[in-house]
């Protein structure tokens, strides 16, 4: 079975600063990790993803993540928040291999720019 | 452009009802996947489809059907013995997971339900 595990449902920062929302995960095998960013009443957005390779991975709209495989953990983060990166952001994770077609996603995780 | 169309955007259903919501691709992938979200309980899978005229059930399935006929349609009935039906669905695509692919989803931008 594989979890994904966000364990803050609300998140505040004030604009400008850094932002950094959790993900911690549980699968059987390699992992693929996945960070998803959704606005009110709208679907889900791809921001990037972690396959192999570098821990750090760069994505959408200056986002990054940083894979750390001891920590089982997925961090989201941003050098300095704006405003408009409000919104709802979900984690996921998928077992490497042709096999797996399910993605797991985490509960969400609502982050607040706070001008 | 190529995206994933679904329809409606809100329905409103009686309780006893059968709805059908739309669910279209025109960017080629193999994959398919219906999920249901809920306030405070992120995603949850439904029933997700590899290949045409192929399904699987998800973690939610029961009170839900789907067919995939076509590989550009894959719609998701929401029948009356589904308990608790208003929720917001979300479909979405991805390409095959053959030859190492990562098969990150690609989503429409959802139908909000409400029985009424």
């Known amino acids: 079975a594989q979890s994904v595990a966000q364990p803050e449902d609300q998140v505040n920062v004030a604009e400008g600063n850094p932002l950094t929302v959790k993900c911690t995960y549980s699968?059987?095998?390699?992992?693929?990790l996945f960070w998803y960013v959704q606005y009110p009443n709208r679907g889900l957005q791809f921001l990037l993803k972690y396959i192999t390779g570098d821990n750090l991975v760069k994505g959408s709209y200056g986002f990054e993540a940083e894979f750390n495989k001891s920590q089982t953990s997925f961090h989201l983060k941003k050098p300095s928040a704006l405003v408009s990166d409000s919104a709802l952001y979900f984690c996921?994770?998928?077992?490497?291999?042709?096999?797996?077609?399910?993605?797991?996603f985490g509960k969400g995780t609502k982050l607040s720019v706070i001008p | 452009d190529g995206g994933i169309t679904q329809s409606p955007k809100y329905l409103f259903r009686k309780e006893g009802q059968n709805v059908t919501l739309s669910c279209e691709q025109n960017?080629?992938?193999?994959?398919m996947y219906w999920y249901r979200q809920d306030p405070g309980q992120g995603l949850r899978l439904i029933y997700y489809?590899?290949?045409?005229?192929?399904?699987q059930k998800g973690d939610i399935a029961e009170g839900y059907s789907v067919s995939r006929e076509k590989k550009e349609s894959f719609p998701l009935t929401v029948t009356s013995a589904q308990k608790n039906p208003t929720a917001f669905y979300l479909c979405?695509?991805?390409?095959?997971?053959?030859?190492?692919?990562?098969?990150?989803?690609?989503f429409g931008e959802g139908s909000r339900l409400t029985v009424l």
């Open positions: 979405a695509s991805s390409i095959g997971l053959a030859g190492g692919r990562t098969g990150e989803l690609f």
């Open positions: 489809s590899q290949i045409v005229n192929d399904f």
């Open positions: 699968v059987s095998g390699n992992p693929y």
């Open positions: 996921a994770v998928r077992v490497s291999g042709a096999g797996s077609y399910q993605l797991t």
């Open positions: 960017l080629n992938h193999d994959a």
